[in-house]
């Protein structure tokens, strides 16, 4: 079991830039393949971005790619988005996630059905 805590969220300005931050605790966060969703208000949650277990590879949704980058330190059991370039539409409810096993996704990397231990979330808001 993994318990996952964000933060890092705030108000800027479009085209500015956060960094997020995913703390989790257990000594077997290396082995989890790790996701950032975001859910705004009155949309369903939405996947944002994934990384294996050793960092190995990276997936993005394509409203995102090129803007964000996530990635991991399992010494420190930290995954983070980087996010660039932030537009109002990103404007969200952040949360990272961790499948139910180890080493692998469950189903769709994309779907939230997937992903058993979530964050409480944090807030991003741009401006426009």
């Known amino acids: 079991q993994v318990q996952l805590v964000e933060s890092g969220g705030a108000l800027v300005q479009a085209g500015g830039s956060l960094r997020l931050s995913c703390a989790a605790s257990?000594?077997?966060?290396?082995?989890?393949?790790m996701g950032w969703f975001r859910q705004a208000p009155g949309k369903e949650r939405e996947f944002v971005a994934a990384?294996?277990?050793?960092?190995?590879?990276?997936y993005y949704a394509d409203s995102v790619k090129g803007r964000f980058t996530i990635s991991r330190d399992n010494a420190k059991n930290t995954v983070s988005l980087q996010m660039n370039s932030l537009k109002p539409e990103d404007t969200a409810v952040y949360y990272c996630?961790?499948?139910?096993?180890?080493?692998?996704?469950?189903?769709?990397?994309?779907?939230?059905?997937?992903?058993?231990?979530w964050g409480q979330g944090t807030q991003v808001t741009v401006s426009s």
């Open positions: 990384i294996t277990w050793n960092g190995g590879s990276t």
């Open positions: 257990g000594r077997t966060f290396s082995r989890y393949n």
């Open positions: 996630a961790a499948p139910k096993k180890v080493w692998s996704f469950i189903g769709s990397r994309d779907s939230p059905l997937g992903y058993e231990y």
